[in-house]
Each structure stands twice: as C-alpha cells, then as structure tokens.
C-alpha cells in the first residue's frame, strides 16, 4: 500500500528556507516518480517539482528554477524539497505525490498522479 507522508512546512519570512520531506512507504522508486505540487487559496493545484531516482533526473516550476532542490534518499525511501530564497506567492499548501515514470511527460499535470499525500502548509510573510 503507498503512502505518502508530507512534514516540514511553516511559517517564514520573505528570503528564508523551509525544507519539506515526503516519507513514500510502498512506493517502488525504479518504477515510481515522486513529485511536489502546491496549492493557493482559490488557484488551482500545480507541478512544482519531480525527482526520477532511477535516471537521476529533476524537473523544476519556472517558478521555483534556482530556488528550489528536490532529492531523495530512496534507502530510507524519503524525498525532500529545500525551498530557498522563499517569496510570499510561494504560500500554499504543499503536496507530495506519486505516479508512473511513464507520465513523466506531463509531471506538471496533478491529473496524471495517483497517489497524494495530505498536504503541509508553507506560509511565507512578507
């Protein structure tokens, strides 16, 4: 059974960082991508990050490009954003979330990801 369990988020000012981490139990890493997304008040939920262990590869918001990092230790099977240089339009909550490597090609779309975890809050004060 996959579960995912999302910790690390509160409250910072404008220019600090916050490191989120996503416990992913039952999740297969060679088969499986874990992605970040986030959701504002009143807008829509939207890709901000995706780690494929098996390729070593990252894929980034535009929005978040140079600021924000995603890793993984897939032996404690853990995934972490470290969000840097925060800005208040980063205040949302923050999902992590599992899918199929073969939806990679569209890891921005919440649509094409099965599994979610319950969300942390990140409030950043300007």
């Known amino acids: 059974e996959v579960q995912l369990v999302e910790s690390g988020g509160g409250l910072v000012q404008t220019g600090g960082s916050l490191r989120l981490s996503c416990e992913a139990s039952g999740v297969n890493f060679d088969e499986f991508v874990i992605g970040w997304f986030r959701q504002a008040p009143g807008k829509e939920r939207e890709g901000v990050s995706c780690?494929?262990?098996?390729?070593?590869?990252?894929y980034y918001a535009d929005s978040v490009k140079g600021r924000f990092t995603t890793s993984s230790d897939n032996a404690k099977k853990m995934v972490y954003l470290e969000m840097n240089n925060l800005k208040p339009e980063d205040t949302a909550v923050y999902y992590c979330?599992?899918?199929?490597?073969?939806?990679?090609?569209?890891?921005?779309?919440?649509?094409?990801?099965?599994?979610w975890g319950q969300g942390t809050q990140v409030t950043v004060s300007s």
């Open positions: 979330a599992s899918t199929q490597r073969s939806v990679l090609m569209i890891w921005d779309v919440p649509g094409a990801w099965g599994f």
């Open positions: 780690i494929d262990t098996r390729e070593s590869r990252t």
